[in-house]
């Protein structure tokens, strides 16, 4: 039975799996998912490759890499390079009664994490590496729907599916064999650009959909900010008919940015189901900031900056940036920030100078790519470009 310590929680009742608790002092945020995930999700019964979990064609099971361990002697990592390290994997069974190409679909992702849960499908004899043939390895690196492609499966044969939280995540996800692909493709991302972002956040996409998509029906367009968990779709664009009777082949959309940020859009060309898998037709990274960068000569003049010592920290940091007012403690603006360049930045501060403040307060607190985050506190000038 879990117990806790008096002075953080006192049990007051259960109801089947949900324990009503009331509890005091603080508690981090971390330790209430541990508690959680560790009462609502036990050990998966396919957690050993010997109790691995039978699909059937369209059969959608839900499931849980919480609590699994990994059977060291039944993986093997040299026949996946480095796409996958095990760490809370668990397996599943798959004998298509028709041959034919099917679809892992992958959905209703929750994880600790932004990166999801990583897939391998392979054949062989469970449990000896030596036998193993991958078909696929694929770590998702989102908490989006996916679908996972397996052309070409015969009748009546064993795939072994192995299902694990990609970089150590833990995740529930939905899973499920068909021959209709549900969700979006799995592409990787491009590489986050390291070019400066533009200070618009009015943005324009153009693509094409080529003739061989003749079953697409529209596109879907969506949008993901670098730190969020899931994509978004912002829009439905109905494939359009000129007046010829053809297909129009090149479209533009117009975009405007929430808020200061990297975001990755992704074009997807659909159909109906029976029409085949969707189709990633581009995907692009864009950004935007207001911080304006100190160029040589190109200060402007009369214009009142708060200039941020950006080169004190490691490129590809993750900043969160607090401005306050010093005598106050009010906060007036949050900042995210990725360090792209090892430059300064300026922030745009005529307001607050005519506020009547000359100096301003300002938390900085650094991701670095590698080792623990950190906090520094500036107090820091406003300045007017000469």
């Given amino acids: ?30 330790f209430f998912f541990i508690l959680s995930v560790t009462i609502a999700h036990a050990q998966a019964p396919n957690d050993n490759i010997e109790n691995r979990r039978v699909l059937r064609t369209d059969e959608t099971i839900t499931s849980s890499t919480v609590g699994c361990t990994v059977q060291r ?36 992702q929750r994880c600790r ?13 469970p449990c000896q590496p030596a036998t193993y043939r991958i078909l696929s390895c694929t770590s998702l690196g989102t908490q989006d729907d996916l679908f996972v492609p397996l052309p070409s499966l015969r009748a009546g044969q064993s ?67 670098v730190h969020e968990f899931r994509a978004r779709e912002i829009r ?12 129009r082949a090149a479209y ?20 109906e189901p029976t029409d085949g898998p969707p189709t990633l037709l581009r995907q692009q990274w864009l950004a935007y900031s207001q911080l304006r960068p100190l160029m040589p000569g190109a200060v402007a003049v009369g214009e009142v900056f708060l ?9 590809r940091a993750q900043l969160a940036i607090v401005i306050s007012n010093p005598e106050t403690g009010q906060v007036l603006r949050r900042l995210p920030l990725t360090v792209t360049t090892p430059s300064q930045g300026r922030l745009y501060a005529q307001p607050w100078l005519n ?18 985050a950190y906090t520094e506190h500036l107090l820091l000038p406003l300045a007017a470009g000469q």
């Fill in 355 to 372: 506020a009547g403040l000359r100096q301003v307060a300002v938390a900085i607190t650094c991701y670095p790519p590698r080792g623990a």
């Fill in 1 to 30: 039975m879990l117990s806790l310590p008096k002075h953080l929680c006192r049990i007051v009742g259960f109801n089947d799996l949900t324990i009503r608790a009331r509890c005091f002092g603080k508690l981090s945020m971390t």
């Fill in 113 to 125: 994490d932004v990166r999801g849960v990583q897939l391998v499908v392979l054949t062989g004899t």
């Fill in 159 to 225: 795939y072994l599916l192995d299902v694990d939280g990609y970089l150590k995540d833990y995740c529930t996800f939905t899973l499920q064999v068909s021959g209709q692909a549900r969700g979006l493709p799995v592409v990787p991302a491009p590489a986050v650009p390291q070019s400066l972002p533009a200070r618009s956040r009015v943005v324009t996409l153009s693509w094409q959909v080529p003739d061989s998509l003749a079953a697409a029906r529209s596109c879907r367009v969506l949008r993901r900010e």
């Fill in 236 to 247: 439905r664009e109905p494939l359009a008919i000129n007046t010829y009777g053809q297909r």
């Fill in 73 to 108: 002697s039944c993986v093997d990592e040299r026949l996946t390079g480095k796409c996958i390290e095990y760490h809370n994997d668990q397996w599943f069974e798959f004998r298509p009664a028709v041959a034919g190409t099917y679809y892992v679909n992958i959905g209703g």
């Fill in 307 to 315: 200039t941020l010592p950006l080169a004190r920290y490691p490129r």
């Fill in 252 to 271: 533009t959309l117009t975009d405007t940015l929430p808020g200061p940020g990297q975001y990755l859009y992704q074009i997807v060309a659909v159909g």
